[in-house]
């Protein structure tokens, strides 16, 4: 793996995270391309989550809590009729319930209570932490996972397209929120069960997908890092 040699090293970079990484994966793999010395990121994604996620650059690190945003907005599939352990399609089956016919319907009924200041429960396979330790590392352990609901702020929810059982939707929220445990809490709301797929950010405060770079794009042109990387002051 080529280095790059960067002009700028202080600085906000955002990347197109794609599938399968976690969050530090990424950070680890820009920290040794561009050999910056320290690298953070400014809200996880989930691994099978892709879009954007900010990393803060050298220097740019002792500002991040500045530099973070609370305001994100991101855009997946919620497939109805099937649960799982980790409330995405990477999880193992839990349980499965026939779709009724009206689903479309319904779901439009009771979107409503999912806008505004809602309570929401954690995934057993997140980040939060029990006891302690980290869930997801208890919950693949076998122990049993209850995290405590705590509150969120949905700013909107809307569907872009349906084919049941799949529905495609938009989530604007603040920080905190699960689109996983949107999808689980509507599926059990209907009564036919529901996980997420295909969860994409497009927002995370002021960094948008418009200005992201995928990590390919920064290995096959080097050049395009210096063109990317924000300055702190701006």
């Known amino acids: 793996m080529t280095k790059v040699e960067v002009t700028t090293v202080d600085g906000v970079l955002i990347i197109d995270k794609p599938s399968g990484m976690t969050s530090h994966d990424v950070v680890q793999r820009v920290k040794d391309l561009i050999g910056a010395k320290k690298v953070g990121h400014l809200g996880t ?4 989550a892709t879009g954007v996620l900010p990393l803060v650059i050298n220097g740019a690190t002792k500002h991040a809590a500045r530099l973070a945003g609370v305001e994100k907005i991101y855009e997946f599939t919620l497939k109805l009729g099937v649960s799982t352990e980790t409330d995405d399609d990477t999880g193992k089956l839990r ?15 009771i ?10 429960k954690p995934p057993a396979f997140s980040a939060v932490k029990i006891r302690g330790k980290r869930a997801y590392k208890l919950a693949r352990r076998g122990e049993a996972v209850d995290p405590d609901k705590r509150p969120v702020h949905v700013d909107n929810i809307s569907i872009l397209d349906t084919y049941i059982p799949d529905i495609k939707m938009k989530l604007e929220c603040k920080s905190g929120t ?9 599926g059990e709301m209907m009564g036919c069960g529901g996980h997420a797929s295909g969860i994409r950010r497009l927002r995370s405060g002021s960094y948008t997908i418009d200005n992201a770079v995928s990590l390919d794009e920064i290995e096959k042109n080097p050049d395009i890092l210096n063109q990317k990387l924000i300055p702190v002051e701006d």
């Open 111 to 120: 979107l409503p209570q999912f806008e505004g200041r809602i309570m929401q």
């Open 95 to 109: 349980q499965e319930f026939k779709v009724p016919a009206d689903a479309a319907d319904k779901l439009k009924e």
């Open 45 to 48: 994604l989930d691994p099978a």
């Open 178 to 186: 699960y689109v996983r445990s949107i999808c689980r809490d509507i």
